[in-house]
């Protein structure tokens, strides 16, 4: 059973940064991964997504000169890095992955999720 754990979420002001985490049970495969987010009463959203190499990459167009993803294999993890963090990023943020050699833009391509973790971004 492959599960996913992140970790690096809690309280920053405006304008820090925080640095997500999500290992990766599995150790071999080809798990295309993402990051998406979820505000109190909003939709689950796409933060960004890696394929399982790690040479493409996609965001969504609002964040990409705020955040960035990336992934180390060696170590099962990807991570995304998020600057200039406004209280408007306040969300859970989960990580997702799927078995696939492209990189999976949407949430419905996911098919393992973790549990996510609190970011909360105070003014």
């Known amino acids: 059973q492959v599960q996913l754990v992140e970790s690096g979420g809690g309280l920053v002001q405006a304008g820090g940064s925080l640095n997500l985490s999500c290992t990766l049970s599995?150790?071999?495969?080809?798990?295309?991964m993402g990051w998406f987010r979820q505000a109190p009463g909003e939709e689950r959203e796409i933060v960004a997504a890696?394929?399982?190499?790690?040479?493409?990459?996609y965001y969504a167009d609002s964040l990409k000169d705020r955040f960035t993803i990336s992934r180390d294999n060696s170590k099962n993890t990807a991570y995304l890095q998020m600057n200039s963090l406004a209280p408007e990023d306040t969300a859970v943020y989960s990580c997702?992955?799927?078995?696939?050699?492209?990189?999976?833009?949407?949430?419905?391509?996911?098919?393992?999720w973790g549990q996510g973790t609190q970011v909360t971004v105070s003014s």
């Open positions: 599995a150790t071999s495969g080809t798990y295309a």
């Open positions: 890696i394929t399982w190499n790690g040479v493409k990459t």
């Open positions: 997702a992955a799927r078995w696939s050699l492209v990189v999976v833009k949407t949430q419905f391509g996911y098919n393992k």
